[in-house]
């Protein structure tokens, strides 16, 4: 190990990341992503969406500037999709977009020390120290392949649980445009831009803004038994009020992120394969 990481990180294999380099790239990803690329710096990690030209997600991705690329950082299993999507539109653009898998393993460590501000980035010796958001004492690590990491899948159970009491979205390949970005949060965490110019779905993002048409948010719940899958029907009633996000096995139960209708954010709300009802929590920042 470098002297950056004295200890070797613990391993999250349920993350990946895409490579995207060449003079182009941040010019092509302004046409791609929510977030406006002029201010994501080599200090910072930014949110954003990815979204089809009906404005359904199909990743929310956490970007960092290194010195070789802009990396994205999203689930492994949406990789190699993600990859092709992004191809899809680069025509004559003067970039590389390629699967990460070979050059970075992502990994995570309990912070020591002085923490460092929210969504700081440090890159050095090709590695990057990310601060995760919202949490001064976890820390995600982006080092070459074959950086020695420790193998605890409750370390990563755990750093899923921590994501979910954040408030942190994300989608799956059974979730892949099923939501706008705003039914997420997405723009409440910063990750959209509503000054920029055009990019791929921004038509309906931007108009979901203007005309105060959010009628679903992300919020979190506790239930009793097994964490439901991803885009798992919620019920109020026999009617459909919501979609599973995101969900995590806990002692008491699991802990879960479900987009649910405003309108029915107040009824009692139940897993419609289970029929297990859901207890709100609070979530660690206003949902409007």
């Known amino acids: 190990m470098s002297e950056l990481l004295p200890f070797p990180p613990y391993l999250l294999p349920s993350l990946g990341c895409v490579f995207v380099a060449g003079p182009d790239a941040r010019e092509f ?27 359904r997600v199909q990743a929310v991705l956490w970007m960092i500037q290194r010195s070789d690329a802009i990396l994205l950082i999203l689930p492994a299993e949406l990789v190699d999709a993600v990859v092709i999507r992004l191809r899809k539109y680069a025509l004559r653009a ?6 990460g898998v070979d050059r970075f393993v992502i990994g995570g460590v309990r912070a020591t020390g002085e923490p460092q501000a929210s969504r700081s980035h440090l890159e050095r010796d090709g590695i990057s120290l990310i601060q995760w958001p919202t949490d001064p004492d976890r820390m995600l690590i982006v080092a070459p392949h074959g950086t020695p990491m420790q193998n605890d899948a409750q370390f ?64 979190a719940f506790r239930a009793d038994g097994a964490p439901p899958s991803p885009a798992a029907r919620i019920l109020s009633g026999d009617s459909h009020a919501g979609d599973v ?6 002692p008491q139960g699991c802990e879960l992120l479900a987009v649910v209708s405003l309108a029915e954010l107040q009824k009692e709300l139940r897993l419609a394969d289970s029929g297990v009802v859901l207890q709100r929590l609070e979530m660690p920042y206003e949902v409007t």
């Not at 080599?42 to 030209?53: F, N």
């Not at 003067?94 to 699967?99: A, G, L, W």
């Not at 649980?161 to 970005?181: K, W």
């Open 29 to 55: 990803l302004q046409g791609q992503l929510s977030f406006d690329m002029q201010r994501l710096t080599p200090q910072r990690l930014e949110l954003a969406s990815c979204s089809s030209p009906q404005g």
């Open 245 to 250: 996000v995101d969900s995590v096995a806990t």
């Open 94 to 99: 003067r970039i590389k977009v390629e699967s």
């Open 156 to 219: 990563a159970t755990d750093w899923q649980q921590a994501d979910i009491r954040a408030g942190l979205p994300q989608v799956y390949l059974q979730t892949h445009e099923l939501f706008v970005a705003q039914m997420l949060n997405v723009d409440l965490l910063g990750g959209i831009s509503f000054e920029k110019g055009c990019y791929t779905g921004q038509e309906i993002i931007a108009r979901t803004h203007f005309r105060g048409t959010v009628k679903r948010r992300m919020v």
